[in-house]
């Protein structure tokens, strides 16, 4: 069974930065891309980043550009979100999503989120 | 970049009443990049179908989806009470673009 652990959500100041991890299990973690999407509260779904299955390629939604970085280590089946600078409007819940294939594809499993607040 | 347009932005309906949603692509798009998910309060989404039509894994198929070109529809058959939730359509491939959600409410 895939199964998707987001964890590292909290509160922070503007300006402050976050690490978020997703620990993944049920299937061969190195073969698929992964990403993170996130939900402000009460509203959209909005892509944020993705990375291949070998972890060498990236990339971002301008929104975040420049401020977050994904990245993964496929020897603990672990993916990661380094947010910095972080800003009100990166207030979000942040899902994980397994991509149903190495290409970049659809989602076909999501984790349960994990919550980011960005308030002084 | 793609834009998704979903609507209604709400369909109220009564449990074994047929619902329709809509999801417009600001441009054309290959229907094998389209893709639908259900959201219930509080859950991660879960996805209903891919490449428009193809449903996934588990999904009953009084869900169906259809389209080409700009113009993509997402239909439930006959409601059950589970499926009151918020539905989102996705272009993905290129780009990973929602639409802003259609809720599908109890009447």
Same mark, same amino acid.
């Given at each position: 069974?895939?199964?998707?652990?987001?964890?590292?959500?909290?509160? /922070?100041?503007?300006?402050?930065?976050?690490?978020? !991890?997703?620990?993944? #299990?049920?299937?061969?973690?190195?073969?698929?891309?992964?990403?993170?999407? =996130? &939900?402000?509260?009460?509203?959209?779904?909005?892509?944020?980043?993705?990375?291949?299955?070998?972890?060498?390629?990236?990339?971002?939604? @301008?929104?975040?550009?420049?401020?977050?970085?994904?990245? =993964? @280590?496929?020897?603990?089946?672990?993916?990661?979100?380094?947010?910095?600078?972080l800003r009100a409007e990166d207030t979000a819940v942040y899902y994980c999503a397994k991509h149903s294939s +190495?290409?970049? !594809?659809?989602?076909?499993?999501?984790? %349960?989120?994990?919550?980011?607040?960005?308030?002084? | 970049?793609?834009?998704?347009? &979903? +609507?209604?932005?709400?369909? #109220?309906?009564?449990?074994?009443? =047929?619902?329709?949603? #809509?999801? %417009?692509? +600001?441009?054309?798009?290959?229907?094998?990049?389209?893709?639908?998910?259900?959201?219930?309060?509080?859950?991660?989404? %879960?996805?209903?179908? *891919?490449?428009? !039509?193809? %449903?996934?894994?588990? /999904?009953?198929? =009084?869900?169906?989806?259809?389209?080409?070109?700009? @113009?993509?529809?997402?239909?439930? +058959?006959?409601?059950?009470?589970? @499926?009151?939730?918020? *539905?989102?359509?996705?272009?993905?491939?290129? !780009?990973?673009?929602?639409?802003?959600?259609?809720?599908?409410?109890?009447?």
């Amino acid at each position: 069974e895939v199964q998707l652990l987001e964890s590292g959500g909290g509160l /922070i100041q503007p300006g402050g930065s976050l690490r978020l !991890s997703c620990a993944a #299990s049920g299937f061969t973690f190195n073969s698929y891309a992964m990403s993170w999407v =996130r &939900q402000a509260p009460g509203k959209g779904l909005e892509w944020v980043s993705i990375v291949s299955g070998g972890g060498v390629a990236t990339f971002y939604a @301008d929104s975040v550009k420049g401020r977050f970085t994904i990245s =993964r @280590d496929n020897s603990k089946n672990t993916l990661y979100l380094q947010m910095n600078s972080l800003r009100a409007e990166d207030t979000a819940v942040y899902y994980c999503a397994k991509h149903s294939s +190495s290409s970049y !594809s659809f989602f076909d499993y999501w984790g %349960r989120g994990t919550l980011v607040t960005v308030s002084s | 970049e793609i834009v998704l347009t &979903q +609507s209604p932005v709400t369909l #109220s309906l009564s449990p074994g009443e =047929r619902a329709t949603l #809509s999801c %417009r692509a +600001s441009q054309s798009v290959s229907s094998a990049y389209l893709a639908w998910y259900q959201q219930k309060p509080g859950q991660a989404p %879960r996805l209903l179908m *891919y490449g428009a !039509s193809s %449903r996934a894994t588990g /999904i009953p198929d =009084r869900f169906s989806g259809g389209g080409s070109g700009t @113009d993509f529809t997402l239909t439930l +058959s006959r409601l059950e009470p589970e @499926d009151f939730a918020v *539905y989102y359509c996705q272009h993905y491939g290129s !780009s990973w673009t929602f639409g802003q959600g259609t809720k599908v409410e109890i009447k």
